[in-house]
């Protein structure tokens, strides 16, 4: 499984754009590219997925570069509600996973 | 409507007694697993289960044991528990993904379990 690497945590204000990189330089030719969100006492739920190039939906976008050694979710004008742990996962599927530590991203009014 | 559940959600209890943690989808869903949250460690992966009657273990498997007789349920099973078990426990479950660059699927998650080992 490739390894990721993330920011520990991130502060922002409302309304601003959040933008959080995931490194993972041992990503093989199958894996795709997840990103979870995790409000505190729930389980985490499915933000968006990518392989390469770009991917938007309602909630966020996923910049994947052409390498794809790296990655980068944007949220857009980010509310307090957007505070939360968010966890990058690179897998061929998602059925053998570690989720790491994630980036705990703090939104301030 | 569609959801995994998880009983009890919270639970104290003592070095040894052995105690099981019910896991419910009502997805029809093929892949379920078993996740352990700990401060500044993430969540860990216990157990996963492919389908009915086949499991394979996690990143962290020992001191647990799993079952999966039916589709819908997939119980974990501490028969020792130790108070390094104490910890926050989730269920997930998804459809097995397809193969050949299809969009992979996501995995769906309980809504948690809190232990207490003293």
């Known amino acids: 499984l490739a390894k990721t690497t993330q920011p520990i945590s991130m502060d922002s204000y409302e309304g601003q754009e959040v933008n959080i990189t995931c490194s993972h330089n041992n990503i093989a030719t199958n894996d795709y590219i997840t990103w979870y969100q995790q409000f505190p006492s729930q389980g985490p739920r499915f933000i968006i997925q990518g392989y390469k190039t770009k991917v938007t939906n309602e909630v966020a976008s996923l910049f994947i570069p052409a390498d794809r050694k790296s990655s980068t979710l944007s949220l857009p004008r980010v509310s307090l509600s957007d505070t939360a742990v968010y966890y990058c996962?690179?897998?061929?599927?998602?059925?053998?996973?570690?989720f790491g530590a994630g980036t705990t991203v703090t939104v301030r009014a | 409507e569609a959801q995994v559940t998880q009983n009890p959600r919270y639970l104290i209890t003592v070095t040894g007694k052995k105690l099981t943690v019910t896991c419910s989808q009502n997805?029809?869903?093929?892949?379920m697993s078993w996740y352990r949250q700990d401060p500044g460690l993430g969540l860990r992966q216990i157990y996963y289960s492919m389908n009915v009657e086949v499991t394979d273990k996690g990143d962290v498997p020992e001191g647990y044991k799993v079952s999966r007789k039916e589709k819908r349920n997939f119980p974990l099973i501490l028969e020792s528990p130790s108070p390094n078990q104490t910890s926050l426990y989730f269920c997930?479950?998804?459809?097995?993904?397809?193969?050949?660059?299809?969009?992979?699927?996501?995995?769906?998650f309980g809504p948690g379990t809190r232990l207490l080992v003293l």
């Open positions: 996962l690179v897998g061929e599927n998602d059925y053998k996973l570690s």
């Open positions: 997930a479950s998804s459809l097995i993904g397809l193969a050949g660059g299809l969009p992979k699927e996501t995995q769906y």
């Open positions: 997805m029809n869903h093929e892949y």
